[in-house]
């Protein structure tokens, strides 16, 4: 292709950014009219406990309103700067060759597209819920709970569809809270299992959320209505979530290690929140359970957040002046530390090298993070902390197993598998799973090649992954990027629909 012909589909790029622009002015004028429509719907309601719902509802629109508001202001003033260079490169269009920066401004351009693209799709699922709130009212069964701070006792008499999630590790909070914020203040509880419950209460204080723990249930002899939970967590007979609740919700937390995840216990489950449609063909073949493709939640704020870049690399310690590597391995037998450690050490010569293990690796594996602290990244993370912003702020991600490697493909992230013997007879993973799957199309490294280095320097490496990166998002995740956790949410808040009428 030309260069006459490149400049011309990106100024075509750029006008489509505008007609999309104005579709959103658009929008915004229906949502005014059905801001009206609710406000007139709230003044005309009977019962106080009605209009107090709706009011709460209302209010949560709103500023989620506000928040594609300013998602789109951001993002007309990045257009501007794109506008600014397009504008630049076509006054010296003669004399450039065919080179990188066409490449890079087309990307910027098509990621431009996704965030708008984004933020229209949130902004119509807004629009949509008010326009539903007008007419249905306060009619879920969330909506209809007792407030958290009530007497357990009290909340079994009272709420017989109360709706509670089981929490066995503070790590889950970074996977349930993007969903729970959109949920009513104090319409559901969290069941601990295994945490301290004044940590448990600290880390939940600001979702207003009641607190329980699972030994208090269990001796009081009554169950929730609804429970999601990752897992069942505990056997036995009835099964843990069994004993808690009569309805259980599985939410899926990671898309790899399939001889895990998609093993026999999923049968406990009434409904399935996954990723997309490699898993939920997968669960309804092998379960009877409901599946509802959720995307995923904990990436909600990676599609949607403005981010700060000084302030994200003074947090991991990082030269702004450096391109960024983030070493993501699991942790037990499918590991890659011990293997790649001096390898990826060494690359600290010319990148910023940041290093978050696996939450559970420090406890259970000491050696091995002991043996690994003897060398030298520029930040190393053992703790259970939310490892989004690592996403955000890596220019290249390193993954051998697990959840990780497919998260990175939902980002799509530039990324390098790493290898690990025996990975293909592990019983965590199975020959069908996900993070084997991908290594079919994206290839990995073995430890002793020094094949790491030369990977990251191939820019014509990273311009061959980018649409394979792609065609396995599509597989792997539905396209709700940076509304998952609205997905989820109004599943959960229409489970009397969705489970009790259920034929």
Known sequence: MGLRERFRRLWGELTGLNAVSARFDLLQKQLDQDLGQVRAEIATRASSDEVRVLAAQFEAQGERLNAVGASVEALGQALERVDGRVGALGESLAALPLRSDLEVL????????????????????????????????PSSAVARLPLAGEPTAGRQAAGGHRLAF?????????????????????????VLHGVPEA??????????????????????????????????????????????????????????KSGWNLSAWNSLYDLILCFGPHHAAAFTASTDALVLQMGYPRFDRFFNEQIAAAELYARFDCDLSRETVVWLPTWKSLSSVGLFDTEISALTEHYNVVVKLHPLMSESEPERVSALRKHRFTHLICDSSDNLGLYQLADYMLFDYGGPPLAGIYADKRLILLDVPGAESDPLTGP????????????EVRSGEGAIAGLLADSA?????APVRKMLRKTYFAPHFGFSANVAADALLRLELILDNRD
């Not at 069908?432 to 290839?443: A, C, F, K, V, W």
Request: with cysteine; net charge neutral.
């Open 106 to 137: 087309s990307a910027g351009l098509v990621h431009a597209h996704q965030q708008l693209d984004a933020v229209l799709t949130t902004a119509q699922l807004s629009a949509r819920s008010l326009r539903g709130l007008a007419v249905v009212g």
């Open 166 to 190: 089981l929490l066995q590790s503070l790590e889950l909070i970074n996977h349930f809270a993007p969903v729970w914020d959109q949920l009513p203040g104090g319409s559901f509880d969290v």
């Open 199 to 256: 940590l448990g209460r600290e880390a939940l204080k600001r979702w207003q959320c009641g607190v329980s723990r699972s030994e208090d249930v269990l001796r009081e002899g009554w169950r929730y209505h609804y429970l999601v939970s990752n897992h069942p967590v505990e056997g036995g007979e009835p099964p843990l979530i069994r004993r808690l609740a009569r309805h259980n919700i599985r939410f899926m937390y990671a898309a790899g």
């Open 432 to 443: 069908e799973s996900p993070d084997l799957h991908i290594r079919q199309y994206l290839g």
């Open 461 to 465: 490496h990273w311009v061959a992954q």
